[in-house]
């Protein structure tokens, strides 16, 4: 089989990338390992960056978003009784957007049934061969066959645990991280949200974020060691020691119910560069992770699907191979300052273990400015809302 892109992962990064590229005429194949359905089962964050919003709306996968998404202007930073509210729209002119990311991908995969683009589930043992030649290769094997996928380009959108970032040798891969030494727990649950907007809460006991899906449906996370488990945390202990983090008055008015989810997710920062191995190129986790805190993960890779969307029509409709040329470095240019912006959040917001006072009171004095410094709002708004493409 051949085909102009070859998109190795049916991830949100996958999908967006080629829904992009087949409304542009390129033809592209996708090969997912996981069935559909466990694609479509992954809870994922649910905060859109304004540019990701209009990267929806020009793949015309927007409606379900415009109709049912909640455009937010802002969001609350807390120390205890103290509450920040950061007024995104006021400072910056942009909002954000309230739509799960299982949501953007489940549109997406309709988006591109529709458009009768393959995209083969299940596959196994996936190999990217011949990226210095002038036709790349991927081998696979799917129902016991191998078979061999001849492409002009390879698109790694296979996350952060797949073969793509690995296919580069190591020798010519730089990897930066930093693993954070706590976890977060997080439910869903069918109760109301406890704010309009969201509130991510520094405490002495620790981090929690209140967020929501819509107004039926909450999303709670809290900061836990990296030796708990799930099962040590019963929804009444959630509650209570959520409770105990968020603001008094909003821990006194919530309304608590049965989880409907329930998982730890570890927080780690990561890059590996460069983003281009001959015809191979590496968008979203396959090339960086980055904390919850900041929301970029989905914003990420929205980014650097733009950059390698333009890039390869150039390339493949123009014979303009400046894009792919630059792809990496200017990928990479929006990726570190993302990467900043979430560990600065992670690292202003978390409780460390063995931490003196002084680290406590320094995150106190944080929330105390931003609370007396516009600029210091200001600042901040404009890395959460999303930096210019
Ligand atoms: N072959 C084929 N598919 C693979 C392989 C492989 N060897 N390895 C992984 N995959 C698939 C995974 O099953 C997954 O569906 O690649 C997809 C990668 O999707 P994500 O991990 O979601 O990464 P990405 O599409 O870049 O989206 C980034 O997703 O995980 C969140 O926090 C992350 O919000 C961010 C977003
Ligand atoms: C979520 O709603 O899942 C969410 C929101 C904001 C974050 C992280 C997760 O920073």
Not at 11 to 35: C, F, K, W, Y
């Amino acid at each position: 089989m051949d085909t102009q892109v070859a998109i190795i992962g049916g991830g949100p990064s996958g999908l967006l990338l080629s829904q992009l590229l087949n409304r542009a005429g390129i033809d592209t194949v996708m090969l997912e390992r996981a069935t559909r359905s466990h694609v479509l089962s992954r809870i994922r964050a649910g905060i859109l960056e304004w540019g990701t919003v209009e990267l929806l709306r020009q793949t015309g996968v927007d409606a379900r978003m415009e109709a049912e998404g909640f455009p937010h202007d802002g969001c609350y930073m807390t120390d205890e009784d103290l509450m920040v509210h950061i007024d995104f729209k006021a400072l910056t002119g942009k909002q954000v957007m309230v739509y799960g990311q299982t949501e953007v991908t489940a549109d997406l995969y309709a988006a591109q049934d529709a458009m009768g683009t393959t995209i083969i589930h299940e596959v196994e043992d996936v190999q990217i061969l011949d990226l210095d030649q002038a036709k790349a290769a991927v081998e696979y094997t799917v129902k016991g066959e191998r078979r061999r996928l001849t492409c002009a380009y390879v698109a790694g959108c296979d996350g952060f645990h797949g073969v793509s970032r690995k296919t580069i040798p190591a020798e010519k891969r730089r990897e930066f991280e930093r693993v954070y030494p706590f976890g977060w727990l997080g439910i869903l649950s069918e109760t109301p949200p406890c704010n309009d907007e969201l509130i991510y809460c520094n405490s002495p006991r620790g981090f929690a974020l209140a967020s929501m899906r819509n107004a039926h449906l909450s999303r709670y996370y809290l900061q836990v060691p990296l030796t708990d488990k799930v099962e040590d945390w019963s929804d009444e202990a959630f509650w209570s020691e959520l409770k105990r983090r968020l603001p008094s008055a909003t821990a006194a008015a919530m309304e608590t119910g049965p989880s409907i989810e329930k998982s730890i997710a570890p927080l780690r920062s990561f890059v590996s560069e460069p983003l281009r191995w001959g015809r191979l190129f590496l968008v979203g986790d396959a090339a960086h992770i980055v904390p919850p805190t900041g929301a970029k993960g989905l914003n990420l890779a929205a980014s650097d699907v733009h950059y390698l969307h333009e890039a390869l029509v150039a390339a493949l409709k123009s014979g303009d191979e400046s894009g792919i040329d630059g792809y990496s470095e200017k990928a990479l240019a929006r990726i570190w300052k993302a990467m900043r912006f979430s560990w600065s959040m992670t690292t202003m917001m978390h409780r460390f273990d063995g931490e003196d006072a002084f680290a406590e009171a320094m995150r106190r004095a944080t929330l105390e400015h931003l609370a007396a410094s516009e600029t210091a709002r200001r600042e901040l708004a404009e890395n959460y809302i999303g930096l210019p493409y």
